[in-house]
DNA sequence: CTTGACTCTGGAGTTAAGTCAAGGGTCTAT
DNA sequence: ATAGACCCTTGACTTAACTCCAGAGTCAAG
């Protein structure tokens, strides 16, 4: 059978986040309270590691704690409303980044290409400063 | 004849930064130390400007401005050796985040018909809070 | 030559997201 | 029944990236 309750430690190796991470979150309600042994130890179930990794995936891709907590609300009709045009408006935004990124990542591209021509041709150039602009005068 | 020089507010204006942060920026070295008025006002070239604009962008793709100077350092043959390692390094991150991104696109697109199913038949139901996992016990 | 909009410096304050430390329990393997 | 590995709470600290403030100077228009 599975193993089903974990204590902090765990979740937080098991999601690689640091302890204090993990009971951080719990502070701030993006993990709902574990329960606790006699011991006062929490035990989270094995669906609270998913969320932490859910969470930090959010994050990277720029997602604040607070939207993200928004994303995982929970609750009656409106709520879900809300969840859903918050949810609606996250993926617009991320379309829009989707495509920044791609024309940065085009950008950088031709940087470093022309840097390595640089380096090529005369081996000791002045360099190749990644700015998409002139390089005279600021 | 196209406008020269730029005072610290106009630079913040068209660049959609605050006045504070283009300062910032220059004590930061993010931005080549302006040259003064008479009166000691800034004034910055015209290129100053996209700096800011580039600086931004790689911020929302998830740069720290530790990294951006990394990436905007001018100098000699191994400095230009090392931004050209920073960048091939920088393209790859964002290979990688692009990657993500697209996932989670679909994870939450994913949430966002199944939130909208929700909303259309059960009209009223318990909810949809965006969660990758079964919705029991945490 | 005054007024209102703008700018300067230096330093303190803010926010998000942790991270650390002190002082003290708990658990389990021997 | 004790050592070593965990865990608890509270509260202070850190870092990045701003943002704000006071007190003072500058500039262009009328």
């Known amino acids: 059978m599975q193993q089903t309750e974990f204590r902090t430690g765990e979740v937080a190796t098991r999601a690689g986040v640091s302890i204090d991470t993990v009971r951080y979150y719990e502070r701030l309600k993006l993990l709902p309270r574990a329960g606790r042994t006699a ?80 380096l090529r041709e005369h081996k000791q150039a002045a360099c190749c400063p990644v700015l998409p602009i002139g390089k005279k005068r600021y």
């Open 39 to 118: 011991g006062n130890f929490r035990l989270f179930g094995p669906d609270s590691i998913d969320r932490v990794q859910f969470i930090k995936q959010a994050q990277e891709l720029g997602f604040s704690l607070d939207e993200i907590k928004g994303l995982l609300a929970t609750g009656g009709a409106e709520e879900c409303r809300k969840v859903h045009d918050l949810l609606g408006e996250k993926l617009h935004d991320l379309d829009g980044r989707l495509k920044s990124m791609k024309k940065f990542r085009g950008v950088l591209a031709r940087h470093l290409s022309e840097c390595e021509r640089e």
